[in-house]
T-cell receptor, first 113, second 110 residues
Framework: TQLLEQSPQFLSIQEGENLTVYCNSSSVFSSLQWYRQEPGEGPVLLVTVVTGGEVKKLKRLTFQFGDARKDSSLHITAAQPGDTGLYLC?????????????FGKGMKLTVNP | EPEVTQTPSHQVTQMGQEVILRCVPISNHLYFYWYRQILGQKVEFLVSFYNNEISEKSEIFDDQFSVERPDGSNFTLKIRSTKLEDSAMYFCASDFLGYTFGSGTRLTVV
């Protein structure tokens, strides 16, 4: 059974601070996806990383996939109140011609003005 | 931007009743999924559907659950006899070079 552990689970910071969220597993994934989820809504895809060691940037967000494709991190620079939300990582598992996502529990971020 | 549409947004049902949750995936997507999220817990995979058949299902997806794509556009999840522990947010997703999730149906079993 594949498991993804996210840390920290909760983070409350001031506007302008930097932060990093970690997503770790003992399993190898075909890809690692990061989502943001607002209360009462579905997850919204932010980025997909596929290659070990890959780094992707989305404005102030930097995503990295570990060399062994077992872990990932999300770094936010100069956080803003609009970044407040639940950030989920999800590993893609491909077996026998089918695929599914295994989600972490998420990191609830609060950015205070 | 194309969306995955789910109806209803909220459903309250009596224990033992059947419910059907409906989804309209993005039209050119080929892979369809149902996930659920019990309050305060992880999003969990239920079932994947490709080429008009189930390609994988989780342990949660027992004989009480079924999926259908009756008309080429709708994708439904049926729970035949609901239990209290089926209360959750149910998300439909479709995939073509990236997942798109619907806004979910909040199912409350009383």
């Amino acid at each position: 059974t594949q498991l993804l552990e996210q840390s920290p689970q909760f983070l409350s910071i001031q506007e302008g601070e930097n932060l990093t969220v970690y997503c770790n597993s003992s399993s190898v994934f075909s890809s690692l996806q990061w989502y943001r989820q607002e209360p009462g809504e579905g997850p919204v895809l932010l980025v997909t990383v596929v290659t070990g060691g890959e780094v992707k940037k989305l404005k102030r967000l930097t995503f990295q996939f570990g060399d062994a494709r077992k872990d990932s991190s999300l770094h936010i620079t100069a956080a803003q109140p609009g970044d407040t939300g639940l950030y989920l990582c999800a590993g893609e598992v491909r077996e026998g011609g089918s695929e599914k996502l295994v989600f972490g529990k998420g990191m609830k971020l609060t950015v205070n003005p | 931007e194309p969306e995955v549409t789910q109806t209803p947004s909220h459903q309250v049902t009596q224990m033992g009743q059947e419910v059907i949750l409906r989804c309209v995936p993005i039209s050119n997507h080929l892979y369809f999924y149902w996930y659920r999220q019990i309050l305060g817990q992880k999003v969990e995979f239920l079932v994947s559907f490709y080429n008009n058949e189930i390609s994988e299902k989780s342990e949660i997806f027992d004989d009480q659950f079924s999926v259908e794509r009756p008309d080429g556009s709708n994708f439904t999840l049926k729970i035949r006899s609901t239990k209290l522990e089926d209360s959750a947010m149910y998300f439909c997703a479709s995939d073509f070079l990236g997942y798109t999730f619907g806004s979910g149906t909040r199912l409350t079993v009383v």
